[in-house]
């Protein structure tokens, strides 16, 4: 007898079981009650609400201030950009504010990127004496500058201008540029300087590239600081020398001027375009 040999089926191989997913731990976040919601939209509205009553007051045919306009016109605007008084006020305050801004600049941060490798408690004072000026109010810095520039010949001038401006706006640098250099890794300068850059180099092509996000920030806080600020030019003026804020609060104060709508509205829309491009820049750059 022949056996026969049957041919065994090949078997499949197994395919090996998935592994199982690893679950990712989600932190949940608490939704914002609606009552701080309200509150948010109640503050908000509170800082708005002069401006929906000064912009639509700009474009009125009315010589005097008038709510509702009684009519459509530019003639607040014309007589703004006609007025060598109101002219001069406003290339006073962009002179001041530019150069003072930059002075800002430099102090702040040179200040913070010294401070930034210092600790203990001599870094803390002199970081907080750089700090003095943001939270010490506008009138005690104002009585206190006056009191110093009128012994050194300085009220009434553009370099005391800028100097009390610049003094102001230093803490606005600092801080930002304190904050862009807490990502900042020093790594790099001793790499830097093992390639044989000088420090200046180093600076130029190193470290500000990095921080130049930070920088701008401050410069444009101090330009809008220096730009708006009232209470310290009030003190410094001259009568050929005076700020456009000072020369809206004299129209309102000395002379009943309509002319202050169209130009308070110019400030707003100017100084809300500046924080618009700057916020819309740092987002892109992230």
Known sequence: MTATKTDNPPRTPRRPAPARRR????TSVDPIPWWLKLVGALVALYFILPTLFVIPMSFSTASTFQFPPTGFSLKLYENFFTDPTWLASLRTS???G???ASLATVVGTAAA???????GRLARLARTLLMVSIVTPSIVIAVAVYISF?????????????LAHAAIGVPFVLVSVTSALSGFDPKLLRASASLGATPTRTFLFVTMPLISRGIVTGAIFAFVTSFDEVVIALFLRAPTFQTLPVQMYNSVTVEIDPTIAASSSLVVVA???ICL??????RKSR
């Open 23 to 26: 679950r990712r731990r989600t």
């Open 94 to 96: 962009v002179l001041v």
């Open 98 to 100: 530019v150069l003072a």
């Open 113 to 119: 990127i010294g401070l930034h490798s210092l600790t």
């Open 150 to 162: 009128l012994k050194w010949h300085l009220v009434g001038s553009l370099s005391g201008y800028v």
């Open 271 to 273: 100084v809300t375009v």
């Open 277 to 282: 491009v700057l916020f819309v820049g740092n």
